[in-house]
């Protein structure tokens, strides 16, 4: 059984940065693509930025620029690096991974994180 856990989130000043992590849990799993999605209140989940096994990157416009996703495979840890954060980012943010072999997705159970203006 795979788990993922997500850390980092937090209270944080608007312009400052948080550093977001989700390692998987669950031996001989191995993702393809790892993301992070994130629900405001009252808001539908949005996909915020996607790391394909390859290297490929997709990032919402709305974070383009501030936002930096990595992976660490032999960890099956992603990660998101928040720079420039603002009010409209805070959010429950989840890590979401795609089983490679699978196809199967896996979500963890959230991470708060609040931008204070």
């Known amino acids: 059984q795979v788990q993922l856990v997500e850390t980092g989130g937090g209270l944080v000043q608007a312009g400052g940065s948080l550093r977001l992590s989700c390692a998987a849990s669950?031996?001989?799993?191995?993702?393809?693509?790892m993301g992070w999605y994130r629900q405001g209140s009252g808001k539908q989940r949005e996909l915020v930025a996607l790391?394909?096994?390859?290297?490929?990157?997709n990032y919402a416009d709305s974070v383009k620029g501030r936002f930096t996703i990595s992976r660490d495979n032999a960890k099956n840890t992603v990660y998101l690096q928040m720079n420039s954060l603002k009010p409209e980012d805070t959010a429950v943010y989840y890590c979401?991974?795609?089983?490679?072999?699978?196809?199967?997705?896996?979500w963890g159970q959230g991470t708060q994180v609040t931008v204070s203006s």
């Open positions: 979401k991974a795609n089983s490679l072999y699978s196809g199967l997705p896996y």
């Open positions: 669950g031996s001989g799993f191995s993702f393809n693509a």
């Open positions: 790391l394909t096994r390859g290297g490929v990157t």
